[in-house]
């Protein structure tokens, strides 16, 4: 199935269908106990992601935001990739959302001069977890973890790549 759809850097118009799609994933399939109260990075994501060497990206169809990624800048030319979902309907090889979304963000973090991407996700996200495995991250312990890394309350596993 060939859809078409485009990678772009977030603007707040943007904001509410990012907010929905991301709580749709988090609380519905995967009955993640998270609300927006928990995340108020989603009602700032210009003024959080989109600063120093970090910047958020959606995939769009038809003005409609079905994907989402960003990089937050963390320091020392290390990222912390950051809310990274994909609407059911769009997941899957055929369609290759996440990876047309993460390539965007490793070669944004390359042009960046960035030396490692880390990431924090859920024991739940075992698609995910295969997904950044296939793409190159390799599993690490939190105790591995640079020290401004930001982890969050439902992050247990923990993976990095190495872009210098």
Same mark, same amino acid.
Do not use: C
């Given at each position: 199935?060939?859809?078409?759809?485009?990678?772009?850097?977030?603007?707040?118009?943007?904001?509410?269908?990012?907010?929905?799609?991301?709580?749709?994933?988090?609380?519905?399939?995967?009955? /993640?106990?998270?609300?927006?109260?928990?995340?108020?990075?989603?009602?700032n994501i210009?003024?959080?992601?989109?600063?120093?060497?970090?910047n958020f990206?959606?995939?769009?169809?038809?003005?409609?935001?079905?994907?989402?990624?960003?990089?937050?800048?963390?320091?020392?030319?290390?990222?912390?990739?950051?809310?990274?979902?994909?609407?059911?309907?769009? $997941?899957?090889?055929?369609?290759?959302?996440?990876?047309?979304?993460?390539?965007?963000?490793?070669?944004?973090?390359?042009?960046?001069?960035?030396?490692? /991407?880390?990431?924090?996700?859920?024991?739940q996200f075992?698609?995910?977890?295969?997904?950044?495995?296939?793409?190159?991250?390799?599993?690490?312990?939190?105790?591995?973890?640079?020290?401004?890394?930001?982890?969050?309350?439902?992050?247990?596993?923990?993976?990095?790549?190495?872009? $210098?």
């Open positions: 199935m060939n859809v078409n759809y485009s990678i772009e850097q977030y603007s707040d118009v943007y904001q509410e269908q990012v907010s929905d799609l991301i709580l749709h994933i988090q609380q519905d399939e995967y009955n /993640i106990e998270i609300t927006k109260e928990d995340q108020p990075d989603l009602l210009t003024s959080i992601y989109q600063m120093g060497k970090g990206w959606l995939a769009i169809v038809e003005g409609k935001v079905i994907g989402t990624i960003s990089l937050l800048d963390i320091g020392n030319n290390q990222v912390a990739l950051r809310k990274m979902f994909v609407d059911r309907r769009y $997941r899957g090889p055929e369609f290759e959302v996440a990876k047309m979304l993460l390539n965007k963000a490793i070669d944004w973090a390359d042009d960046q001069s960035i030396q490692a /991407i880390y990431l924090g996700t859920t024991p075992k698609a995910a977890h295969r997904f950044y495995q296939k793409n190159g991250f390799t599993e690490l312990r939190s105790e591995e973890l640079p020290s401004d890394f930001p982890i969050m309350k439902v992050d247990k596993k923990f993976y990095k790549i190495t872009l $210098r």
